[in-house]
């Protein structure tokens, strides 16, 4: 499609609020410990850290996925849902389902990374596989949702699902003992950075998302949704390869983001390199992405800046070549 050609909701939807992201917060602390917020320092500056890359399933997606799915009523959870996912979210689905007794179908990749494959298969989860660069995946998904009568839990553009990302800065608050000032965040859809607006309504959030898979960063600039070109570069950052944000996730967005800033491969790499020599964290490419820009100097830094480090995901092999 065009640049500049605005994508519209399928369906229609509730408007996430802050209220929900305190609610998906309290249900999730009921079942998981809270992720550590390490504290760091880059050119001097004092960050801290969210290592989401600890969470049951190696990512953030876990939180929006408990909070959709256990919103569902008892005809809802017996009809099964239908996720789309190049992995952390699939993950995130198929540990929620498997916990409630829902089956979970999840649209993936087939060129997703094999580790996030088969853990998605390992909780039970049916996966349907589709070519990124030749098939609509959510047309997929839909035709399996009218089919079988079951939920959409999209990865991004589901109302419970930002609020449910976004219950992870409560945490930050929490741990913090204050709002920060702004929060770094790896984009793909929007429905994290969207999440944590409505969380922190005083923080400045600032995605970032991989060259070339910058659709958010351009919709910011222009003021309209902005789809990924057709031609866009290949990327180590598969859980950022959405092709468009929505405007679920787009309404907040524009109100509270100033801007969105892009970073390449190789800086990537050396955020990577950084989480594993200085925090210890193993981090997959995409959730490296906004660490990625803070230890390139794109953002301001300062005692209460927070970066989220979004997935652990990573094949053993790949991760030991960018050591």
């Known amino acids: 499609m065009p640049r500049g050609l605005v994508v519209t909701e399928t369906t229609n939807m509730r408007t996430p609020t802050r209220e929900g992201v305190l609610r998906a917060a309290a249900k999730v602390a009921d079942i998981l410990p809270q992720t550590p917020l390490l ?15 600890l969470q049951p399933i190696g990512a ?29 979210h699939a993950q995130g689905v198929a540990w929620a389902a498997q916990r409630l007794g829902i089956a979970a179908t999840i649209v993936m990749p087939s060129d997703a990374p094999s580790v996030k494959l088969e853990r998605t ?15 609509d995946r959510d047309e997929i998904a839909e035709a399996l949702v009218t089919e079988r009568g079951a939920t959409l839990v999209h990865a991004y553009a589901d109302p419970w699902v930002i609020e ?43 995605p970032v998302e991989p060259e070339g898979w910058d659709d958010v960063c351009r919709s910011l600039e222009i003021g309209s949704i902005q789809r990924v070109d057709s031609d866009a570069p290949p990327t180590t950052c598969d859980a950022l390869q959405t092709p468009a944000t929505r405007p679920i996730n787009f309404a907040i967005l524009k109100e509270r983001c100033p801007f969105g800033l892009r970073v390449s491969e190789a800086e990537v790499a050396e955020a990577q390199r950084f989480a594993f020599a200085h925090l210890r964290l193993v981090v997959e490419p995409g959730g490296a992405a906004a660490l990625a820009a803070a230890l390139s100097g794109k953002v301001a830094l300062d005692g209460r800046t927070a970066i989220m480090v979004t997935g652990g995901n990573v094949d053993p092999a790949k991760f030991a070549e960018v050591l």
Not at 122 to 127: D, L, R
């Open 121 to 135: 298969r390992a909780m039970g989860a049916e996966i349907v596989l589709y070519d990124r660069y030749e098939q």
């Open 60 to 88: 953030f997606k876990i939180r929006g996925a408990w909070h959709r799915l256990t919103d569902l009523s008892d005809e809802e959870r017996a009809q099964g849902v239908v996720g789309v996912s190049s992995g952390n």
């Open 164 to 206: 449910g990302q976004g219950s992870c800065a409560i945490e930050i608050m929490a741990q913090l003992g204050a709002e920060p000032t702004r929060i770094i965040t790896p984009c793909g859809g929007g429905g994290l950075a969207a999440g944590l607006a409505l969380a922190c309504p005083s923080a400045e959030i600032v």
């Open 39 to 53: 504290r760091a320092e880059i050119g001097g500056a004092p960050v801290w850290v969210k290592a989401e890359s």
